[in-house]
């Protein structure tokens, strides 16, 4: 319990100076089928320094650590904090085609990035340069200052990402607001696997979420492929374990 309130200090020390801190975290990566989500969480410093963060933040982990009732419990904490406006929590979903078209890779960005719109559009992010004295009545309307907002994504720094931000590798285990973003990203994404169960029964989406499995890779040889498999990573997958020639089933 001890390390887990060292995510709330992480988060103390990252905010100062800043209006507001954004946690982002993404699950599905890694999976065989379904897409990839990613959540995002903003914070302020009274939020961290209230008393929902100083008598529950401890409960939080990174998702992976956490039991499917923990994280469920939680997710409903975190929409009702929501509600109230203490936090602002949202999610993105890059679906199997746009992982297919733009990689893995390209598919958590475009994931990331539609989170992180929930919350900011990219160009709140920019620099702008303040009216002067002299600037007429529609440039000064038209004036939005940056947002003091920083963002934190869970491993390294993205290349070639619109939102400015800082890497941190195991952030999910370090700060409060990613793996608060990484138990958004996990309920939403089981979620989505629980329905998909239900249009492609037989594969056992509701239990393994896509991972690759013993059971999975069974149900795979058995009723080959459906519309939520990711192609390269099944084959990708299936090479190691079996003669090339005999994968018909994909």
Sequence with gaps: MGKRRQLRGFDLKQIEGCAGLIGVDEAGRGALAGPVVAGAVLLTQEFLEGRWAVAK?????????????????????????????????????????????HNILGATKLAMRRAL????????????VEPDLFASAEEVAAFRPTVSARILIDGLALRNFPYPHTGVISGDARSLAIAMASIIAKVTRDRLMNALDAKHPGYGFAQHKGYGTEEHREAVRRLGRCGQHRDLFLRKLFAQHTDPAQMDFL
């Design 57 to 101: 933040a401890g409960r939080v982990n990174d998702s992976k650590q956490l039991t499917p009732a923990e994280r469920e419990e939680l997710w409903q904490e975190f929409d009702g904090l929501a509600a109230q406006g203490q936090i602002h929590a949202t999610f993105g979903v890059a679906d199997v085609a746009e992982i297919e078209q």
């Design 117 to 128: 719109g929930g919350i900011y559009p990219p160009e709140a992010f920019q620099r702008k």
